[in-house]
Nanobody
Framework: QPQLVESGGGSVQAGESLRLSCTVS????????MGWFRQAPGKGREGVAA???????TYADSVKGRFTVSKDYATKTLYLQMNSLKPADTAMYYC?????????????????????WGQGTLVTVSS
């Protein structure tokens, strides 16, 4: 079973950048759909960015143009580059992996149905 470990969270000012990393071990990195979800205090977990096995990417409307998801196949690492951060981006960010696509017909799949999760990394953006 794959193990996912996130890192890179922190506290920043609005407008600054952070890069999150999700290091994967224990499975074939190439064969899983991977992505980032986030959960703000008092809210449900929402999809942020997904990376398909074919190199495709998907983004939530709220982060389009500011966030970039990428894969490094050599190090089995999923990245989320977050630029122009806003206070509304404050949340716990989680890495997820599944053998099926993380989105379907333009919508994010139920997070509870995804196979594997990391422990999360906290991002705090102050104004």
């Amino acid at each position: 079973q794959p193990q996912l470990v996130e890192s890179g969270g922190g506290s920043v000012q609005a407008g600054e950048s952070l890069r999150l990393s999700c290091t994967v071990s224990g499975y074939f990195f190439n064969n899983y759909y991977m992505g980032w979800f986030r959960q703000a205090p008092g809210k449900g977990r929402e999809g942020v960015a997904a990376a398909g096995v074919d190199g495709s990417t998907t983004y939530a409307d709220s982060v389009k143009g500011r966030f970039t998801v990428s894969k490094d196949y050599a190090t089995k690492t999923l990245y989320l580059q977050m630029n122009s951060l806003k206070p509304a981006d404050t949340a716990m960010y989680y890495c997820a992996a599944d053998r099926r696509q993380l989105t379907y017909a333009g919508s994010w799949r139920d997070p509870n149905a995804l196979e594997r999760w990391g422990q999360g990394t906290l991002v705090t953006v102050s104004s």
